[in-house]
Each structure stands twice: as C-alpha cells, then as structure tokens.
C-alpha cells in the first residue's frame, strides 16, 4: 500500500521559516520524481517543486529562490524548506509521488501551514 504522510506544518509569521517533511512507504521510492503541491479553498492546486531521483528539482516561480527541496533515498524521505514565507503562502501542503510534468498520482493527508503577516 502507498503510502505518503507529512508533517511539519504550523503557524509562522512572514518572513519566517518552516520545515516540512514528508516520509514514503509502499513503492520503490527511488524509482519516482516526488513533489510538493499545494492547495487553498476554492482553488486547483499549485505544484510547488519536484526533485528528481537524483536530486535535481525544479520550482514553481512563485516559490523559487526561498524554498528548498530535497530527498533521502536511503531513508525514504524528503523535505521541503520555507523560507522568507509570505502570507500568499498560506495552504495545504501535500507530498506527492509525481505522474508527469507537475502531475500526481499519489498523495498524503496534507499539512497546513499559515502565514500572518
């Protein structure tokens, strides 16, 4: 059974920062690009970011030069780094195995972070 759970969601002011984390089970980790979506009420998610299984990742514009994601194949685990978050940040933030170009087929419960300003 796949299996995606995140943690590290919270509160946090702007300008802040905030780790997330995401561990993977059920499917050969190794073998799939991971990422990182998110969504707020009302609205179709945003991919966030995606690393490779070698560790190259892309980002969404939005998000490039303050966040950071990484993996550990090893550990089945991967995270992604908030930094200098903004309110427009606010979301749920999922862990995602990736299907195609900012496209998934699997997916965690999500963990909501919310920035104040």
């Known amino acids: 059974q796949i299996r995606l759970m995140e943690s590290g969601g919270g509160s946090v002011q702007s300008g802040g920062s905030l780790t997330l984390s995401c561990a993977a089970s059920?499917?050969?980790?190794?073998?799939?690009?991971m990422g990182w979506f998110r969504q707020t009420p009302g609205k179709w998610r945003e991919g966030v970011a995606f690393?490779?299984?070698?560790?190259?990742?892309t980002y969404a514009d939005s998000v490039k030069g303050r966040f950071t994601i990484s993996r550990d194949n090893d550990n089945r685990t991967m995270s992604l780094r908030l930094n200098n978050v903004k309110p427009e940040d606010t979301a749920m933030y999922y862990c995602?195995?990736?299907?195609?170009?900012?496209?998934?087929?699997?997916w965690g419960q999500g963990t909501q972070v919310t920035v104040s300003s």
């Open positions: 059920g499917f050969a980790y190794n073998d799939y690009c």
């Open positions: 995602a195995r990736v299907a195609g170009w900012w496209e998934y087929n699997y």
């Open positions: 690393v490779n299984a070698d560790g190259t990742s």
